[in-house]
Every structure is written in C-alpha cells, then in structure tokens.
C-alpha cells in the first residue's frame, strides 16, 4: 500500500464532483478575499444594519429640528349663519344674517431655553456612537461567518477525501478477503468482519460528500452568489502561538476595540441621557415667538378687514402632571441601571471568550503538530499490521483496524488545522483587530493551482435554487 504524506488528501481532487466542471471548460476558482467582497456588498443582515444606522443618524436631525425655527400657517373659509330672537321692552325683535368670513394666521417660534430637546439631541448623538458600534460588530461577525463558511468547505473536502481513500483501501481488503476464502486460506468471519468494516467506511464517505454539499449552500446563504469552485490551503501555511504572546494583551485589546463591549458602553451613556431628558421634563421653556392674524367677512353692515400682530417671549412651566414626570424619572433611571448590568456582563463574556480562544490557539498550535506525527504512526502502524499478516501473525480484524486508525488520524488533521484557523480568526474578532487586511494576510495563504469543486446532482439551467439566491435589487427610499 502506498504511503500517506500529511497534506496529500488535501491535494487530491474530487474527480467524480469535477468531470462536468471541466467539460463546461475552466472556471477560475474564487478566493477567500474575492468571497468576502461579495458577502459585505450582497449579505442581507449587513445590508439591514447599514439601514439601521443610517435611520438612527436621521434621528439626531429629527431630534434637532425641535431647536430651530418653527413657522406655522393657518387658513380658514366659513360660511356663517346667525340666528338672533331678542326682545326689548314691550317689542319684540329678530333677525337672521348670513356672511362668508375669511382668516389667516402666521405664527413663528423660536426655542431660546429647552432643556429637554437639547437632552433629546444628545441622546440622539449617543444613539448613533452605539449603533455605529453595533454595524462594525455586524460587519466583524460577518467576515467571521464567511471564513468559517470558506474553511469548512475546505475542511468537509478534506475529510471527504480521507473517506473515499478509507473506503477504496477497505473495498481492496473486501476483496482479498473474498479471494482467500474462496481457496479456504480464511474463515467467513473474516469475510464477514471487512464486508461491515466497508459498510461503515461507504456510510462515512455518504456522510461526508452531504457534509461538503451542505457546506457550500452555507457560503451561498451569506453571499447571495453560488461558486463553482473555491482555493484550497497551502500545505505549507504556518501554525503558530497567536501574537502577541501574552493573554492579558489580547484581554485589554478587546476591552479597547471589541464593538460589543463598545456598543454597550455606549448604551449606558444612552441611557443616562434617557434620565437628563426625563428630569428636563420639570424644567421650564423659553421661547421667543412673532405671529399675524389677518380676517375678512361680507357681514351687513361690516366692512373691511381686520389684522393684528404679535411679538415677545413666552415662559411655560409644568407644575403638576399626575406624576407622570417622576415615574418617566423612575423608569429612565432603572433603564440606565440595566444598561450598566448589560455593560458588565457583555465586559465579562468578553474577557472569559478572549481567554478561552487564546488558549485553544495555543493548544490548536500543538495538537496540529501532534495530528501529523500521528498520521505518520499510523501509516508506520498499518505498514507493520500488513506485514504480519502476510507471515500470519496478525488478523484481517487487526488490518482493518489499523486502516481505520490511519484515516481517523487523516481526518483528524484536517480538523485540527481548520480549527486552528477560524479559531484564531474568532480570537481576532472578539479582540475588536479582525478587518478585511486580516482576511487578506490569509488569502496569501491559499493555493492557486488547486481548487475545490462541487456539482450539485440534477442542476438545472432554471435551478429553482438559484432564483432563490436571487434576492432581487435593494429597496430604496420612496422619494
């Protein structure tokens, strides 16, 4: 049997996923960076916090027109009708009268002191610094989905290949089994013992090219695109402990630049505005204001029209309204204790993830290693199983074994490596550092001369798959 070489199932190809691939003629394959590009410009929960936070920006100018000039006008066309039965003395009187009357009133405003719209746009401000906070998290947790999304498919293919090659190595053993039975050298049990260990092998193999498959419809799900065929990971990419070296400076990174912790410390400053706007509530207003009023009516005996005009400063203060300012005061102050609770909580889950990653990175680092010297051992393993059984020493039960242990360990690697990478990458985003510069240092890595294909079985040209992809063109604002 040949040799196993760590990286030589990552390097194979799925030839019976690419025949229709290549018949179609050659497709470039698409890159992690080229991935990512088209996930930040076509996801859909990206694309919505976008409008999120473009609509809390224009609630910092709704908050700010309170404090600007207000003009007002007002119209008014009446038909007016009379009806007058007075008596004076002995002599009785009446009367009715009909006439149109006309008004118009102008009225422009000024806030000179007001102490709540002015709380109002500062919570306003404070709502776009958390929302602003809430999109990068948005964004970070995006590229992240679609790095693991890339590598799991890179992963699922990997194991792919190691069950194919387990399943092609036992089906060889089956039949060797068959063929010494036949001339009686064996017992049917032997027979027995390969046909189930190449039943389990060919459910493996099944298992893994739905696992590959699913992989690939993931990527589609965050991008809204479908690939023919991904890059692979250099075999020689370095597995090293995460830089810097210390835990604490991944802790007081995140605590500076991780957008959750950001967004909820901001959330808190919302929140204590929310208690300035409600304790403004008992605080006067002042207001400088002009207004004209201009009338006109066709009564008998009037004619003419009259107008009058104002201007001044007005004061109004609320002395007493059934206690709702002090339950508003109430109520903010428990929303701004809560919003500390959230603070703190979002602070500690934070540190308990930075630490737990950064040490999983650092053992990932030496369970890859450990993962290859295994493959190693167990090819050495496998090589002397066969050796004694051709001598008689050791049973088809101990081959088949060892066939096992050595594609386990060959899964067992790719995992590890896989791992490795997106769990650093996790690392990076909960320390606030993950950009697209560092999606682009991984890139670098990633081998252009192979690929990883997948044909979906029964694709149609009208793949009703497809039209869902399509998402359609971005809504936009009514005019």
């Known amino acids: 049997m040949k040799p196993y070489r760590p990286g030589e199932v990552g390097s194979r190809s799925l030839l019976s996923l690419l025949v229709a691939a290549l018949m179609a003629g050659p497709v470039q394959a698409a890159d992690l960076l080229t991935i990512t590009r088209d996930a930040l410009e076509n996801n859909a929960a990206l694309a919505s916090a976008r409008a999120e936070t473009a609509g809390v920006e224009a609630g910092r100018d709704v908050a700010r027109g309170d404090l600007l000039p207000q003009l007002t006008a007002a119209g008014q066309v009446a038909h007016n009708r009379q009806y007058e039965r007075q008596t004076s003395g002995f002599t009785p009187g009446s009367g009715d009268d009909r006439y149109n009357s006309a008004g118009l009133s102008l009225e422009a405003t000024q806030a000179l002191y007001d102490a709540r719209d002015s709380a109002e746009v500062e919570q306003a401000e404070r709502r776009i610094d ?99 065929s991904i890059e692979v990971l250099q075999d020689a990419m370095p597995v090293t402990p995460p830089e810097p070296a210390r835990r604490d400076d991944w802790v007081e ?31 006067p207003v002042v207001e400088a204001f002009a207004n004209y009023d201009y009338a006109d009516s066709d009564q008998d005996g009037v004619e003419g029209h009259t107008s009058a005009s104002q201007v001044g400063a007005r004061v109004s203060l609320p002395l007493y309204t059934g206690g709702r300012t002090s339950a508003g005061i109430r109520q903010s102050t428990y929303a701004l204790e809560a919003s500390q609770y959230d603070f703190e909580d979002q602070r500690r889950q934070t540190v308990q993830r930075v630490r737990s990653l950064f040490t999983q990175v650092s053992n990932d680092v030496a369970t890859v290693e450990a993962r290859a010297q295994a493959i190693v051992s167990n090819q050495s393993a496998l090589d002397a199983t066969r050796a004694g059984y051709e001598v008689g020493t050791r049973n088809i039960v101990d081959v088949l074994n060892a066939e096992q242990n050595l594609y386990d360990a060959v899964a067992a690697h790719a995992e590890a490596r896989f791992d490795y990478v997106v769990n650093l990458l996790t690392l990076r985003q909960q320390a606030g550092t993950l950009d697209v510069e560092a999606i682009e240092t991984l890139d670098g890595w990633l081998d252009e001369s192979r690929s990883v294909s997948l044909t979906l079985p029964g694709a149609a040209a009208d793949d009703p798959y497809d039209a869902a992809l399509e998402i359609g063109a971005p809504p936009s604002p009514e005019e």
């Open 130 to 228: 958390q929302q602003t906070y809430r999109l990068a998290a948005t964004e970070q947790q995006l590229l992240i989905d679609v790095a693991s999304a890339y590598f799991d498919i890179l992963r699922a293919h990997e194991v792919l290949e190691a069950r194919r090659a387990q399943e092609r190595a036992i089906g060889r053993q089956l039949e060797q089994a068959r063929e010494q039975f036949e001339v009686g050298l064996i017992a049917i049990t032997e027979v027995e013992e390969a046909q189930a260990r190449f039943d389990q092998s060919r459910a493996e193999r099944i298992a893994a090219e739905s696992n590959l498959q699913v992989s690939f419809e993931t990527l589609e799900r965050l991008t809204g695109e479908r690939y023919e």
């Open 253 to 283: 990174t995140a605590m500076e630049r991780n957008p959750l912790v950001l967004a909820t410390r901001a959330g808190v400053e919302v929140s204590r505005s929310g208690v300035d706007v409600a304790q403004a509530q008992r605080l």
